[in-house]
């Protein structure tokens, strides 16, 4: 995979300046370093105003001092990790009731906002969120991937019929650099892990810090360790918790925090109303496969090894980058009314369902081989009869060349099609 150079156009970037010209408050929410400030940068300079940035120590300290005279005015208002100084909402909340209109203020920040507790009421009904994730392969690519946006539309056979000059070895490459910018312009893998490490340390020590008193701060990175080895799969924390010797609600209490700065992600069983043995648990997912990765020790070279123990790791690994990738280009489509994973207590399960707001729903299905045979479209297929006419399109995604229509509603990708253009 070619080393990334320069700065990278982001799809969200007209879809934010669209939202904002209907929503008072819009709120850019995602990882450290994901590149939250070059894109509220780009937006502040169309619009022609400056940005607050509260990562700056002065700026948070003057902002924190004064929060109502830094908001004031008609705007807009552009402040970047607003996290820093919560009370700043209140100061936009009373602003807001004296002008109320759209287009006031844009806000960025590293930590759910509902994990703030300050925060959680102070813009009920006036802000909407933005998720602002690592950099997709399109966009690294700089193509316009439109999978999720087609397979939605019920235009599936745009993506047939042509065949991926993709190879196993790339995949695997991409998988273990995942979508960081900074990570991405590393020359080198060595690079590239001390990276990793630097992020993964710098987010525990300091952001998780600054939500919560930690009582055992030294086991958060190896819970973080534990939840990695559990990527792409049913989300175990009792499991987790007797392992480290902590309780499975501190595990819980823990795992939260580490949502809350965007390390890992629960992916929430979908469908449980379809039938009594559609499973209730949670998936979970490390937010970027390079970080996954890392946190496994797990390379390149490791990865593309013909034995068992890598072909497991390999398919867990995969499951999350394509999961990954499906939800980004889903956080730029409108419409989508929820998102989460099906699993029966038969062991049949269907790893990403996407759900519109009329009801209909496409599922996706990842696999880790070279051809899909039709054993392996039983979970596809259980869902498309549960779920009826509601089910647009089933489509197994694979490490291999083919694109093709398997059956009714039913259908087999290279995982290139998702970024393809």
């Not at 970037?13 to 939202?19: E, N, S, T, V």
């Not at 759209?102 to 806000?107: D, E, K, M, Q, V």
């Not at 019920?154 to 960081?180: K, M, N």
């Not at 990842?366 to 009869?385: F, H, I, N, S």
């Amino acid at each position: 995979m070619n080393q990334l150079r320069g700065i990278v156009g982001r799809r969200l970037g007209p879809i934010a300046l669209d939202r904002f010209g209907e929503e008072s408050v819009l709120l850019l929410q995602g990882p450290r370093s994901v590149g939250k400030s070059t894109l509220l940068q780009n937006l502040a300079r169309t619009l022609g105003v400056a940005v607050l940035d509260l990562d700056d120590v002065a700026t948070r300290d003057a902002v924190a001092a004064d929060p109502a005279t830094f908001v004031a005015g008609p705007g807009p208002v552009c402040i970047d990790e607003y996290q820093h100084v919560p009370l700043v909402l209140d100061a936009i909340k009373a602003e807001l009731n004296r002008d109320g209109r759209p287009g006031r203020f844009i806000l960025t920040g590293s930590a759910r906002h509902e994990s703030l507790p300050a925060a959680a009421q102070a813009l009920t009904g006036r802000l909407h969120r933005l998720p602002v994730y690592p950099l997709s392969q399109g966009e690294i690519a700089e193509v316009e991937e439109r999978l999720v946006e087609l397979v939605l539309a019920g235009e599936v056979t745009a993506l047939l019929g042509r065949t991926s000059t993709t190879g196993r070895d790339e995949y695997v490459e991409r998988i273990v650099a995942g979508g960081f910018p900074m990570a991405l312009a590393r020359p080198t893998s060595a690079g590239r892990a001390r990276w990793f490490d630097d992020y993964v340390r710098l987010t525990l020590e300091r952001d998780v810090r600054e939500l919560a008193r930690i009582e055992q701060a030294a086991v958060l990175p190896r819970l973080l360790e534990r939840l990695a080895g559990q990527t792409g799969q049913v989300l175990n924390l009792s499991l987790a918790g007797r392992d480290l010797g902590v309780s499975e609600r501190t595990a819980d209490n823990y795992f939260r925090l580490l949502e809350a700065v965007f390390l890992v992600r629960r992916l929430p069983a979908w469908g449980t109303t379809l039938g009594s043995r559609a499973g209730s648990r949670p998936k979970i997912h490390v937010l970027d496969s390079g970080v996954a990765a890392r946190l496994l020790r797990l390379t390149a070279e490791k990865l593309v090894r013909r034995q068992p123990t890598a072909l497991t790791e390999l398919g867990h690994l995969l499951e999350s980058f394509v999961v990954g990738e499906l939800l980004k280009q889903s956080s730029w489509v409108d419409g989508i009314a929820g998102v989460g994973h099906w699993r029966t207590r038969d062991g049949d399960e269907v790893d990403l369902v996407i759900e519109r707001d009329d009801g209909a729903v496409v599922a996706f299905e990842v696999k880790a081989a070279q051809r899909v045979g039709a054993k392996e479209l039983t979970p596809l297929r259980k869902l498309r009869d549960a779920a009826g006419s509601a089910f647009l399109a089933g489509v197994a995604v694979h490490l291999g060349s083919r694109s093709y229509t398997a059956e009714d509603r039913l259908h087999v990708v290279p995982v290139d099609r998702i970024w393809s253009p």
